[in-house]
């Protein structure tokens, strides 16, 4: 594996969660990263907790192209390279079939799959004739195993596009020597379910319980930045195509209580 040091990379979705976690990564293993975020404080103050001179925040919305094209050329330019981008922003909000609503679906469909497709456009111009370029897109376990969270087909069906707009897109780079992976996390303690309607939350833990008795923990958003940084550092010629990384640990699940803060 070849080292990060000195390295450039853009994570998109990373004020918290996995996408901090990976940017904090990629620091630690010695590159910059450029950071993308909605909201001008948080992405400020994830970048701020990274290093000034490891970190560039910049807002955008990665459902906006001028937006998105705008913050990597500032990226590139501040760094003065890039080598790489992971594609990590994304969002789900709970719903039945029967009762999903258009502007969530929207959403995102807009935030997980158009923004991922936007995204890798506006980079692979600017990855062109790099040394060993790289495109990390993150998917779910959602998109393959059905004892994950219930109630999230939209967000499901959003990760499966990315993944099957990766495997193309894999094909498509090989020619400019950009690898494409994709990573598939499993379940890991994030704030994956803020935003979320109570009532649609209820549900969804619901159906969830009536999934079985037991859950798989063992796992933290950590175990993902390395496995980012991991797929990153692989040699030319040698591009990790798909990796799981999922918890291990089977455990009762908790009651329902704790996770829907009513003890």
């Known amino acids: 594996m070849l080292p990060l040091q000195g390295r450039v990379y853009i994570v998109t979705g990373a004020s918290r969660g ?4 990976i940017a904090r990564a990629l620091v630690d293993a010695g590159a910059k990263v450029g950071i993308t975020g909605r909201e001008q404080g948080s992405i400020e103050a994830a970048a701020a907790e990274l290093g000034a001179g490891n970190a560039l925040g910049v807002v955008a919305d990665v459902s906006d192209t ?23 922003a994304g969002l789900a ?80 780079l090989q020619a400019d020597g950009i690898g494409v992976t994709i990573l598939r996390p499993g379940n890991a303690p994030t ?43 692989s040699p030319p010629g040698v591009s990790v195509d798909l990796l799981e990384v999922r918890p291990n640990i089977r455990i009762p699940k908790p009651d329902k209580s704790l996770l829907m803060g009513d003890g």
């Open 18 to 21: 996995f996408g901090a976690a």
């Open 66 to 88: 001028a937006a998105v094209a705008k913050a990597f050329a500032d990226i590139k330019a501040h760094f003065g390279r890039l080598d790489g981008l992971v594609n990590n």
């Open 93 to 172: 909000r709970p719903g039945s079939v029967h009762t999903l609503q258009e502007q969530e679906v929207r959403l995102q469909v807009e935030t997980n799959f158009l923004g991922t497709v936007f995204c890798s456009q506006a980079a692979v111009p600017l990855l062109r004739g790099g040394d060993n370029p790289r495109i990390v897109n993150i998917s779910s376990a959602s998109a393959e195993h059905h004892d994950e969270m219930s109630h999230l087909s939209i967000y499901a069906a959003t990760k499966r596009a990315v993944e099957r707009f990766s495997r193309d897109m894999r094909r498509e």
């Open 191 to 233: 704030a994956f379910a803020a935003g979320w309607e109570r009532g649609s939350f209820d549900a969804a833990l619901d159906a969830w319980y009536r999934g079985g008795a037991d859950m798989d923990v063992g796992m933290d958003v950590t175990h993902v930045g390395a496995s980012v940084a991991w797929c990153l550092a």
